[in-house]
């Protein structure tokens, strides 16, 4: 507790910082947070932009209004790839932690591999879609939310090339491993966040 | 503690920087100081408050008397909804996130703030949202649907030309920027404060901005989203809030009071959390009851969630509904009233001084309880009907802003601004502009009341003589001409102690938190020694400063990170240095939001420069990554 920084007799006390180290992995570093921060903000978009899909549906009798939910191959493809891309991210991320710059080197290009796949085939979902965003609010809320999802794909994708870009070229410090390491955390949140939307893009019109 | 006793160096109001005009000029627009980002943030907010004010005398001036002719519908939609929109986006908000980016590293004793790149981000793209929409303005593009642009007036059928466009691009502008400070602060809150200065012992100013900046991460999306989706059925025809289509208008109404009504309280809660060190100050003791306090302030974050509807009692929303976010709305007076009450005892049992800063303290006592009064009546659903749209609304809600949030801001204004000048301002234009502030509020607001009974509509540009509303307007503007004479008299007394005011030294007041520990107005970095805290009250505590942090590097500045609960010593964090690219990046980012209000493409090919701005951003300098290597340690 805090007795551990005041000296008991009260004398005023030095404390030498020198000996501490210069960076930290996970909620010991104020990347962790401010990562945190960022990714508190998108789950709420995500989930106001979810609410908005079931009050749009609560506003009419048929939903999806006269067209068909959308097909389901390329969606859950997708999700799948998603999945799977959770695998190198770790080993990143583990790399990382280990400061072994031949792991994070592996990881990151595979996962960079994975990125090209799942972003290919969400083209595919966006045609798969059955709708345009200006069909009716039906069509326009589908659009949004993928809309949404494909740019936190977009951008970790772009991060991550960033990342393995300086992880070849340098210069490499211990930060930049928190950094990477901060990065595969996100790209997580990017992979957990998709489930939900999945879940209502494609199963809600079919289960509920 | 008195002033004339305390030695000091002659302050000047900025750092005296080297080097020729050029390298000032850069080195200014690529700072990271926290202070520095604070002090624009919160002059800018000034600035632009100025602005409102100019247009809300128009208003009044159009209002005086019946039937005047001195502006035209159109002109005085445009004016009255971007006096709102100035005031909500521009100013409240923003200059309480400066204010928390000046004071909280100081009061938590760090050297900045966490990510003060991202800080100096953020203050570009709110001054450029600032431009952008006052550029609309004066180009008659001035939004002219109130501050809340409520659909379908807004939408794609009513809205004509690119006016609610831009009102809708202002508030991504300010929203990103609002929430990135929000992110800082969190983050530094958290993670930066001094050894020793554990959760019990975080300053309320710094706990009222933490609560805040947690709102504004789960409120500003609500808003973000609402007008980008205002954006896309404008602009490239999705059809949201067109009920032709299956979309609703009322969708938007959810959505903006969801981001609106926390809104009220992530402006209300800074103020809250400067009027605690004020009356401690003053009052020469401790607030009473640290833990009710802190609690209030959290209760109060969550409450403010479930009170939207209240907004939205004329609307076809179900009975049961209403009957929720009444007692919702009645209930969050609760938190309120404790944490009035913890400072009517901390006055009481204390030694008061009656200073200018307490004095406007005192103000929000009298001025927030009115337009609290109001609330509970508004808060109810059969007299909200009655007076929904006129202007007892407008009295309310003025009542409840000026008085809980800029008499406040202005107290804090008088006791702050010795540490960020080194210079104390008047006291006597002080008590001047107090007292004719106090009374220009209620001369020109407490007659809207009568107005709103009397059936007077909001937002309407004239009216007849036979209504018989001529003579409380024209008491109305005369009261807002008082109010414009107590504002001079500030800004005489701002520019007048910049140069002529007494030197303050690091504790004019005698005060109890870290910032007062530093020269006036404090070095860069705030500490070369970080100091150790062992109470709450680090200067009035005996051993309240434990004892000194040493060995952190100065090239880089570090700081020192700490645990999150009981703030003990983790590792050193080197701080991101000076560089232009915030500045550039914010610049390409505003050509994507402005491009984006006419043509979609503009978000794809708008997110190249971006991208490699923000990219450039981040690649570590060959200097800064030597600098940071001969001191590295790896854990």
């Known amino acids: 507790m805090n007795d551990a920084l005041t000296r008991p007799d009260g004398a005023a006390r030095v404390l030498d910082a020198k000996g501490l180290p210069t960076y930290a992995f996970g909620n010991r570093s104020v990347m962790w947070w401010g990562t945190m921060g960022l990714m508190a903000i998108e789950s709420t978009v995500f989930a106001l932009a979810i609410v908005c899909y079931f009050y749009l549906w609560t506003r009419i009798d048929r939903w999806p209004p006269g067209v068909p939910p959308p097909a389901l191959l390329w969606g859950t493809l997708n999700t799948l790839i998603l999945l799977v891309s959770v695998w190198p991210n770790q080993f990143t991320k583990h790399a990382a932690e280990r400061r072994d710059l031949r792991g994070v080197r592996i990881g990151i290009v595979v996962s960079l591999a994975f990125a090209a796949a799942f972003l290919g085939v969400r083209v595919l979902e966006f045609s798969a879609l059955g709708c345009r965003w200006d069909t009716n609010a039906y069509g326009s809320i589908v659009w949004l939310l993928l809309g949404l999802h494909t740019t936190h794909l977009v951008t970790d994708a772009y991060d991550t090339g960033v990342l393995a870009v300086l992880m070849f070229t340098g210069p490499l410090e211990g930060r930049r491993f928190v950094d990477v390491s901060e990065n595969a955390f996100y790209w997580n949140f990017v992979v957990a966040s998709w489930l939900p939307i999945y879940a209502v893009l494609y199963l809600a019109p079919r289960v509920l | ?635």
């Not at chain 2, 401690?280 to 969630?305: K, Q």
Request: charged share 10%.
């Open chain 2, 1 to 635: 503690m008195s002033v004339a006793t305390t030695a000091v160096t002659p302050p000047s109001a900025h750092e005296p920087e080297r080097g020729h005009a050029g390298a000032r000029i850069v080195n200014a627009l690529a700072t990271v100081d926290h202070k520095r980002i604070g002090l624009r943030f919160i002059v800018t907010a000034f600035a632009f408050a100025l602005a409102g004010g100019v247009l809300s005398g128009l208003v009044r001036h159009q209002l005086a008397a019946p039937q005047s002719t001195f502006l035209g519908p159109d002109a005085y939609d445009q004016i009255f909804s971007m006096h709102g929109t100035t005031m909500m986006f521009l100013f409240a908000v923003p200059v309480m996130q400066g204010m928390a980016l000046y004071l909280v590293p100081l009061m938590v004793g760090t050297r900045n703030i966490a990510f003060p790149r991202m800080a100096a981000y953020a203050y570009w793209m709110y001054l450029a949202g600032g431009i952008f929409v006052y550029a609309g303005l004066l180009l008659n593009i001035g939004p002219d649907v109130g501050w809340f642009s409520y659909v379908p007036l807004a939408g794609p059928q009513y809205g004509v030309g690119k006016r609610s466009d831009f009102w809708a691009q202002l508030i991504t502008f300010t929203e990103v920027s609002s929430l990135l400070i929000a992110i800082s602060v969190i983050t530094t809150a958290f993670k930066l404060r001094a050894p020793g200065m554990s959760l019990d012992r975080i300053p309320l100013f710094v706990w009222a901005m933490l609560v805040t900046s947690f709102m504004i991460v789960f409120a500003m999306p609500a808003v973000m989203l609402a007008s980008t989706e205002l954006l896309l059925d404008r602009l490239v025809g999705t059809h949201f809030f067109n009920p032709s289509e299956g979309g609703d208008p009322l969708l938007w109404q959810h959505l903006f009071w969801f981001f609106g009504h926390p809104e009220v309280y992530l402006i209300f809660m800074p103020a809250l959390g400067m009027m605690s060190p004020i009356i401690a100050t003053f009052s020469r003791r401790p607030v009473v009851g640290y833990p009710a306090m802190v609690l209030s302030l959290i209760a109060t974050a969550f409450l403010s969630f479930a009170l939207w509807v209240h907004h939205m009692f004329a609307t076809a929303i179900p009975e049961l509904g209403k009957t929720f976010f009444t007692a919702a709305s009645m209930m969050i007076a609760i938190p309120s009233a404790v944490q009035i009450f913890c400072w009517i005892a901390t006055l009481w049992t204390g030694r008061v001084r009656l200073t200018t800063p307490l004095l406007f303290v005192l103000g929000f006592f009298v001025i927030l309880t009115l337009g609290g009064m109001t609330g509970i009546m508004v808060a109810s659903v059969p007299l909200d009907l009655q007076v929904h749209d006129t202007y007892f609304v407008v009295a309310h809600l003025h009542y409840v802003l000026i008085g809980g949030a800029v008499f406040p801001l202005l107290g804090a204004v008088y006791f702050w601004f010795p540490k960020i000048t080194g210079r104390l301002l008047s006291e006597r234009l002080g008590r001047w502009h107090f007292a004719l502030l106090f009374v220009g509020i209620n001369v020109t607001f407490f007659p809207m009341h009568q107005l709103g009974l009397d059936g007077m509509p909001r937002r309407i540009y004239t009216y007849a003589a036979e209504t018989g509303w001529g003579p409380l307007n024209f008491v109305a503007s005369v009261g807002d001409m008082i109010t414009d004479v107590a504002m001079l008299l500030f800004a005489v007394n701002v520019v007048r102690s910049l140069w002529r005011g007494a030197v303050a030294g690091p504790n004019p007041w005698d005060a109890a938190t870290l910032e007062w520990a530093v020269a006036s107005p404090p070095p860069s970095p705030n500490f070369d020694e970080p100091p150790i805290v062992g109470g709450r009250e680090p200067l009035w505590d005996a051993g309240g400063i434990a004892g000194r942090v040493r060995g952190l590097a100065h090239e880089p500045p570090e700081a020192l990170v700490t645990t999150v609960v009981d703030a003990l010593p983790d590792h050193r964090y080197a701080l991101p240095q000076p560089t232009l690219w915030p500045l550039v990046s914010a610049l390409a980012t505003t050509a994507l939001f402005v491009g984006s209000v006419f043509t979609p493409w503009a978000v794809v090919w708008g997110a190249v420069p971006v991208g490699a701005a923000m990219t450039r951003w981040f690649w570590p300098r060959r200097w800064e990554y030597r600098q940071r290597i001969a001191v590295e340690r790896s854990p």
